[in-house]
Nanobody, 126 residues
Framework: QVQLVESGGGLVQAGNSLRLSCTASGRVFSTSAMGWFRQAPGKAREFVAAISWSGGSTYYAASAKGRFTISRDNAKNTLFLQMNSLKPEDTAVYYC???????????????????WGQGTQVTVSS
């Protein structure tokens, strides 16, 4: 079992940055592939970024590529999402997710993940 808690959300102006964190507890974090997803009001939850258990492989949605960076610190059981050049359309609840995985795999589909955090709100004003 893995418990996930996101933090770092808030209200920022367009063009600014935020760093989200996701702290994991429970079973071994370092053997879990991780991902970030988001859900805007009235829209379905969508993939943002993913990272392999080692951190050696990452993948981004087109909307995030070049602006967001996913990373992890396995020693601290923490996943990060650095978000730069934020836009109003980035406004959403952001969720981290985890699944056990070996090898250099990342996962982009929600159904691939077994564990989810409660989400943190990010609001970007224009």
């Amino acid at each position: 079992q893995v418990q996930l808690v996101e933090s770092g959300g808030g209200l920022v102006q367009a063009g600014n940055s935020l760093r989200l964190s996701c702290t994991a507890s429970g079973r071994v974090f370092s053997t879990s592939a991780m991902g970030w997803f988001r859900q805007a009001p009235g829209k379905a939850r969508e993939f943002v970024a993913a990272i392999s258990w080692s951190g050696g492989s990452t993948y981004y949605a087109a909307s995030a590529k070049g602006r967001f960076t996913i990373s992890r610190d396995n020693a601290k059981n923490t996943l990060f999402l650095q978000m730069n050049s934020l836009k109003p359309e980035d406004t959403a609840v952001y969720y981290c997710a985890a699944r056990y995985s070996s090898g250099s795999y990342y996962y982009t589909a929600q159904d691939n993940y077994a564990y989810w955090g409660q989400g943190t709100q990010v609001t970007v004003s224009s």
